[in-house]
């Protein structure tokens, strides 16, 4: 059974920084395609992928977190991180991880929320100004 587990949402400041972490059970870790996608609050189905990180560690980011947020994964612990510097209001959401297919990762304008094939229950993050 594949299970997925986020920690480390929390509410910050502006120019605040966050590490939210995935814990993946359940299938081979390393060979996956994982991301991280947000929903902003209020807004309907607007369910969007972040960053996504391949089975050999290629990594790709949303032009509205390049530069501030960085994805990793531990392959020993099986965990799924996403570093996120410079927080803004616009970052509120509530974050999912997220299994999304075996090997290299789609074009991130293609991880759309029909892809994955397994979600976490998601982590809230509120950035305040």
């Known amino acids: 059974q594949v299970q997925l587990a986020e920690s480390g949402g929390d509410s910050v400041q502006f120019g605040g920084s966050l590490k939210l972490s995935c814990v993946v059970s359940g299938l081979p870790f390393g060979d996956y395609c994982l991301g991280w996608f947000r929903q902003v609050p209020g807004v309907e189905r607007e369910l969007g992928a972040i960053?996504?990180?391949?089975?050999?560690?290629?990594?790709s980011y949303a032009d509205s977190v390049k530069g501030r947020f960085t994805i990793s994964k531990d392959y020993a612990k099986n965990i799924l991180y996403l570093q996120m510097n410079s927080l803004k209001p616009e970052d509120t959401a509530m974050y999912y991880c997220a299994v999304v297919q075996f090997g290299p990762c789609p074009p991130l304008a293609y991880l759309t929320p029909s892809r994955p094939n397994y979600w976490g229950q998601g982590t809230q993050v509120t950035v305040s100004s």
């Open positions: 960053a996504g990180i391949s089975d050999i560690g290629t990594t």
